[in-house]
């Protein structure tokens, strides 16, 4: 089975500044996709950032960048110059691909970190 | 824009009642999931359903079952709610291509059910 480990449950950041939110995995598959969602207090969840366990090019989208370490099954989320939208619970996710195509892929979430930014 | 819609974002209901959790999606995914969301614990598989009448246990299906009649829709059914029941309940739907524009989980608006 696959974990995932959010080992911060809560962080918080100044307006303004950088902050960097760990998750870590484990699992003995050799293909399989990681994401970053984001939970602000409306509920919806969001995808932030994804990551194809294939590619070596650490994933950007504007102020967010992940650092991916497949040798050491790290994943953290750099969120750069935080805003006050920022604020919410993000989850860390694994997916790995089914063995057989149209069998279902699985998702595997981490217990959250809760991210305030301080004005 | 991919729509995940579950069908209340409160409910509150008596213990031992039974409960149907409706979810609808309009992207044509394949895949269609169920979740538990409670604090420190972050999201826990209930069932997931690859197809049309297709269902598979997740982590955690006592107490629960999931109906799939048409791949739109996608219902949890609660057969004699709980107290320990009450929680955040989240259904997502994804693709089931693997390419990488469509890997994502989409997600609903979430229910907040109480069990009183």
């Known amino acids: 089975a696959q974990t995932v480990t959010q080992s911060q449950p809560e962080m918080s950041v100044q307006e303004a500044e950088t902050v960097t939110l760990s998750c870590t995995y484990d699992t003995s598959e050799s293909n399989y996709y990681l994401f970053w969602y984001k939970q602000p207090p409306s509920r919806q969840m969001i995808l932030v950032i994804r990551?194809?366990?294939?590619?070596?090019q650490n994933a950007t989208e504007n102020r967010f960048s992940v650092n991916f370490q497949k040798a050491a099954k790290s994943f953290s989320l750099k969120i750069s110059d935080s805003q006050l939208g920022d604020t919410a619970m993000y989850f860390c996710a694994f997916m790995k691909l089914p063995l057989l195509r149209g069998t279902g892929n699985q998702f595997y979430f981490g217990t959250g970190t809760s991210l305030t930014v301080i004005p | 824009d991919v729509k995940v819609t579950q069908s209340s974002r409160y409910l509150v209901k008596r213990t031992g009642e039974k409960v149907f959790l409706e979810c609808v999606q309009d992207m044509d995914h394949e895949n269609m999931f169920w979740y538990r969301q409670d604090p420190g614990l972050g999201l826990r598989l209930i069932y997931f359903s690859y197809d049309v009448k297709m269902k598979e246990k997740g982590d955690i299906p006592e107490g629960y079952s999931v109906s799939r009649e048409k791949k739109e829709r996608f219902s949890l059914i609660l057969e004699s709610a709980s107290t320990n029941q009450t929680s955040m309940y989240l259904c997502?739907?994804?693709?089931?291509?693997?390419?990488?524009?469509?890997?994502?989980?989409?997600f609903g608006q979430g229910t907040r059910l109480t069990v009183v």
């Open positions: 990551q194809e366990a294939y590619k070596q």
């Open positions: 997502a739907s994804s693709s089931a291509g693997g390419f990488r524009w469509n890997t994502e989980a989409f």
